[in-house]
T-cell receptor, first 114, second 111 residues
Framework: DGGITQSPKYLFRKEGQNVTLSCEQN?????MYWYRQDPGQGLRLIYY???????QKGDIAEGYSVSREKKESFPLTVTSAQKNPTAFYLCASSIATGANYGYTFGSGTRLTVV | QQQVKQSPQSLIVQKGGISIINCAYENTAFDYFPWYQQFPGKGPALLIA?????SEKKEGRFTISFNKSAKQFSLHIMDSQPGDSATYFC??????????FGIGTKLQVIP
């Protein structure tokens, strides 16, 4: 079955540590996105990528970095510069242009600072 | 800046009743308005969507009403069931397929 796989499901980060969240899709979608979900704040866009080797900052990119070396993969690194990283992180993908398709989301990674 | 305003943030409806969630947007360049349903611990899933040149779209018990002049749209869930209990997000798509989400509505359907 086609879909998006996020791993790990739960992740714990120590102060000053960088952590990387994995996102892999087999939908042959061109565009991929990272959102952060906090209670009462909805989903906020961190980074997005329309094509391999290209990505753009979203609304809350500070303290995060991404790469897009393969069409299938869009990992997110939460750096030590992100002062409040505890949240639920969601990866999504879509057809880049044209037709009215929504996003397909992964099941999320819950990151907690310990 | 909240480009998509959603209300209410929480909603309790009796089984069999109608659940209504409202959203308003500011950017007239938005061209696609999806609704997502999210169960606890899971990612959101596309529920139903509408284009701005259509005033209403119905899929089963779910209906979107769209008022382009007022820049408002709403989700109606008819005959609400306990299995509909979830968080619902309205959204609007702009350039580069970027989607802006509302704050979410936590729906609880009680027997």
């Amino acid at each position: 079955d086609g879909g998006i796989t996020q791993s790990p499901k739960y992740l714990f980060r120590k102060e000053g540590q960088n952590v990387t969240l994995s996102c892999e899709q087999n939908l042959n979608h061109d565009a991929m996105y990272w959102y952060r979900q906090d209670p009462g704040q909805g989903l906020r866009l961190i980074y997005y990528s329309q094509i391999v080797n290209d990505f753009q900052k979203g609304d809350i990119a500070e303290g995060y970095s991404v790469s897009r070396e393969k069409k299938e993969s869009f990992p997110l690194t939460v750096t030590s510069a992100q002062k409040n990283p505890t949240a639920f992180y969601l990866c999504a993908s879509s057809i880049a242009t044209g037709a009215n398709y929504g996003y397909t989301f992964g099941s999320g990674t819950r990151l907690t600072v310990v | 800046q909240q480009q998509v305003k959603q209300s209410p943030q929480s909603l309790i409806v009796q089984k069999g009743g109608i659940s209504i969630i409202n959203c308003a947007y500011e950017n007239t360049a938005f061209d696609y308005f999806p609704w997502y349903q999210q169960f606890p611990g899971k990612g959101p899933a596309l529920l139903i969507a509408i284009r701005p040149d259509v005033s209403e779209k119905k899929e089963g018990r779910f209906t979107i009403s769209f008022n382009k002049s007022a820049k408002q749209f709403s989700l109606h869930i008819m005959d609400s069931q306990p299995g509909d209990s979830a968080t619902y997000f309205c959204a609007a798509r702009g350039g580069y397929q970027k989607v802006t989400f509302g704050i979410g509505t936590k729906l609880q359907v009680i027997p």
